[in-house]
């Protein structure tokens, strides 16, 4: 009886991983699938895009980074008032060190990371206006 039901429990679990791996692959859109690219692969592309397609690939590529560098920037912003009004207590010499220098960190990755995003999305505008020109 125990064999049968670890055999069962195992046949179970095994069914389950089976569905976690490919129902979302059977789920997702053929055209939603991750379009993400090295940056080897980038680098090729823009030291030899010619046509509209290749610059829009380039665009959508920097849209993405752009949106990565603003979901940071979010994340940052977030910390950074978790950091203001949780301060450390005012124990041993480096009282409150962390929270400190956590306060000071946040908004300024949040700042440069909306800076990069700036710049990703006058990236991929670029490569749409180079896209238009293209043949």
Not at 88 to 102: L, T
């Amino acid at each position: 009886m125990r064999i049968h039901l670890v055999n069962a429990w195992t046949l179970r679990l095994a069914v389950l991983a089976v569905a976690f791996t490919v129902v979302p692959a059977l789920v997702v859109p053929a055209g939603a699938k991750d379009k993400s690219m090295s940056k080897s692969e980038l680098r090729t592309l823009i030291l030899n895009a010619k046509t509209p397609a290749d610059h829009e690939r380039i665009a959508e590529y920097f849209d993405a980074q752009a949106l990565k560098y603003e979901e940071e920037a979010k994340k940052h912003e977030e910390e950074a008032t978790y950091y203001t009004s949780h301060v450390q207590p005012a124990i041993g010499k480096n009282q409150g060190f962390y929270s400190r220098e956590m306060q000071n960190h946040c908004p300024k990755m949040a700042a440069k990371l909306k800076e990069a995003a700036q710049e990703a999305h006058m990236m991929a505008a670029g490569h749409r206006d180079l896209a238009k020109q293209a043949k």
